[in-house]
């Protein structure tokens, strides 16, 4: 490829951002979840080697990047990573990679399955065009590792919480445990404060005799960003635990971006424009169906 026949917009929007050393591009690899095999990175260092300059970058967003690709070899560089199963990302204004703690499958204190429900949001939205770029973030409990609210959509793992009263032996375990004292406890019974309750499930993983039954959730944030402009997400909607419904939330937040966003303009600045009572309604009216 010689500079004449480049289209640098569409080598941007598949991963290759320019550099500042001329026709150089930093390369930006698709990692969803943060997950790559042994064999991909095998991959990926052979290709570091042969076409940059034998070195990776390690984003923040938990993606791979290879620097010092050259013009020329663009498509050599495609076509082998591809033969190594790797795909290459997305930059500008379309959902990016999704990344994700490792959840349930690993960490102990994980409330959800973080690495699957990552590839099928993956599946479902990646590279979709959209007024500008958008995020998600997933992380499996409440000590939120992925730091879900930086995200435009962030998911966080969850339970929703039962208590068994003829397995407990009113050890107070999980009253010691609960970190916003919802549960208290008497001669006869524990007593559980909802409105204090966070859904942390830390009382289901602590108890010692299973009296605590944990069913697990979704608590989904909307309007994160942590660049230029830094937001919180906020959460609009109560746990959920159907993952339909989590998919019909995500899809009417994209719809809404879509229907409100000016070009070039974040989700968060949208919400902010078209007033938050306006998409809470549209999220209550996506998550009762």
Sequence with gaps: MTNMEADYKALKNGGFMRQVQKNHFSLRLKVVGGSLTAEQL?????ISKKYGDGHVH?????GVEIPFVKLENVEDVKAELEA???NTGVCGPRVRTVTACQGSAICPSGCIETYPLACEISDRYFGRELPHKFKFGITGCMNNCLKAEENDLGVKGGYTIEWIKEACTLCGVCAKACRDGAITQTETELLL????CNNCGRCVKSCPF?????EPGYILSFGGTFGNLIAKGEEVLPIIRDKEVLFRAADAALAFFDQYANPSERFRVAIDRAGWDTFKKEMEAAYNG
């Design 58 to 62: 390690l984003t923040s967003r938990q």
């Design 84 to 86: 190594g199963g790797v």
């Design 210 to 214: 299973d009296a605590w039954r944990g």
């Design 42 to 46: 095998l991959t990926i260092a052979e």
């Design 193 to 196: 404060d909802e409105s204090k």
